[in-house]
């Protein structure tokens, strides 16, 4: 054995990133891709100008502690409502990844929504897939400098108007382009446009495909939802090899279908080759499934060779969509929509809150009647000033009287009004140790016939 042979081999761990350029491509989930992304940006750069009832109809007023969703304003105390809209989101990651993979990474996540579009920017500033790698490799002529500041333009100008269109779900946005307008934005707003823009500008543009290789948590846990019925993209080995192109293809008989042209791999925004089976760097863009229909279309053998398809189909095996799994996914799913749009549609415009006081369980008033006296909390949580009387029911002959002999109670929107008040009660019918009643808020200055009401426990005279 020589010196050189034991000479120890040093192996680097970095792998320095390589740029990645995909290829443009059209095709049939090309066009549904990019449906998705006119719908929902749409969505994201029109919702915060709509006025609805005569105010912004998405408005996140974090100073004031109100979120008004198309007429409706919620609380703090509203807080049940944020935890189920999460719990939905989260059920309908489960059901849709179980369904059909990874869905929402290819169709409907911000990052490859946003990325798809700061790369149409960089295509029209730099040109397609060649020109970009040429123009990249070249030395800095004007040309370059001119294309390059050009993407730089969009680029920023687009990171800035989402930023400015992400503030302005959290202050009226029509104050907030006037501001800008006038140089007078506040230090807090400036500081999370800024961000926004920073944010949306590094993650679509320079990081892109590295947040979803590297920083996504989403792609490293979503195999444990996958079975072998979920629905995958993938290359169909059985038809493609022996893959070979060109001369040697011609030479042998019966050659796959695959004829070796990479397109697939040159189209793949993650740089993968889905021919080395499923990997977790594959969004599910399909971008593949095009490249390839497209090719196969060109050579005349029949499209699929790249397709959506199960793992079960793939060695032959019969698939089913429907199973237990996604039933169970699905029956959850359905009833916590349908709970969330019950809470919502019967929900209150009035938080109240009874405390029995803790010094004495009754007071005797005179010979035949006794009190017991509470704190009633009444929040309104209405857009307009309320009135409201308060009454008690579960025995006969129940009496309220509030605070100061008041006969109403008067809260603006979002205040939480505290009064005393006392529940007299006949002695010969509150003659049990505790009975439970029930005190009701009714709002009395609006056709609504708001209430809420809270049970309870009454104190009587035993002896
Ligand atoms: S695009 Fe189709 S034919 Fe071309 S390399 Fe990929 S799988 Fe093979
Ligand atoms: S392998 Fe195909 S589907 Fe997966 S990310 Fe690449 S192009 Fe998109």
Redesign the pocket.
């Known amino acids: 054995m020589s010196v050189e042979d034991t000479k120890p081999v040093e192996l680097s761990l970095y792998k320095a990133h390589e740029k990645i350029y995909p290829r443009e491509v059209k095709g049939r989930f090309q066009l549904k891709r990019k449906l998705a992304v006119w719908l929902l940006l749409g969505l994201f750069y029109v919702l915060p100008w709509i006025t609805w009832g005569g105010e912004q109809a998405i408005l996140f007023d974090l100073p004031q502690r109100r979120f008004h969703i198309f007429g409706i304003t919620l609380w703090p105390q509203d807080f049940i409502f944020l935890a189920l809209m999460l719990i939905i989101a989260a059920f309908s990651l489960f059901f849709f990844t179980a369904l059909a993979g990874r869905l929402w990474c290819?169709y409907a996540c911000p990052q490859t929504v946003w990325t798809e579009v700061f790369i149409w920017l960089e295509q029209w500033a730099e040109g397609n897939r060649n020109k970009r790698m040429k123009l990249d490799k070249g030395p800095w002529t004007r040309e370059k400098i001119r294309r390059k500041f050009s993407k730089q333009f969009l680029w920023i100008t687009f990171a800035l108007w989402t930023g400015f269109t992400f503030v302005g779900f959290f202050t009226p946005i029509k104050e907030l382009a006037m501001e800008i307008w006038q140089w007078t934005l506040g230090p807090w707003e400036m500081f999370w446009l800024l961000f926004y823009s920073f944010a949306t500008y590094g993650n679509a543009g320079f990081l892109r495909e590295q947040v979803c290789l590297y920083m996504c948590p989403y792609a490293r846990f979503q195999s444990a939802m996958f079975d072998k019925e979920t629905l995958i993209?993938s290359y169909d080995e059985q038809r493609g090899e022996p893959r070979m192109r060109g001369k040697k293809r011609r030479e042998v008989e019966n050659p796959g279908d695959c004829i070796d042209c990479t397109m697939?791999v040159q189209?793949?925004?993650?740089g993968?080759d889905?021919r080395d089976g499923l990997q977790y760097e594959?969004?599910?863009?399909?971008?593949?499934i095009d490249a390839c229909d497209q090719v196969m279309e060109k050579s005349g053998m029949p499209k699929g060779l790249i397709k959506y398809t199960t793992e079960n189909a793939l060695v032959g095996k019969p698939t089913q969509i429907l199973r237990p799994r996604t039933i169970i996914y699905f029956i959850i799913l359905m009833t916590l929509v349908a709970s969330f749009g019950v809470a919502l549609v019967n929900r209150s415009a009035i938080d109240m809150n009874v405390i029995h006081d803790r010094n004495s369980f009754y007071r005797i008033v005179d010979a035949n009647t006794i009190e017991n006296v509470y704190t009633l909390k009444v929040m309104n949580k209405g857009k307009d000033t309320a009135k409201y009387k308060v009454h008690a029911s579960g025995l006969d002959g129940l009496a309220v009287v509030l605070g100061l002999n008041e006969t109403e109670i008067e809260a603006q929107p979002g205040q939480l009004v505290t009064i005393p008040i006392k529940i007299k009660a006949d002695k010969s019918i509150a003659n049990k140790k505790i009975h439970t009643i029930e005190v009701t808020v009714n709002k009395i200055n609006s056709e609504d016939n708001d209430s809420a009401a809270e049970k309870v426990k009454y104190f009587g005279y035993d002896k």
């Open positions: 290819g993209i697939c189209v793949c925004p993650t993968i889905i594959c969004i599910a863009c399909a971008a593949c």
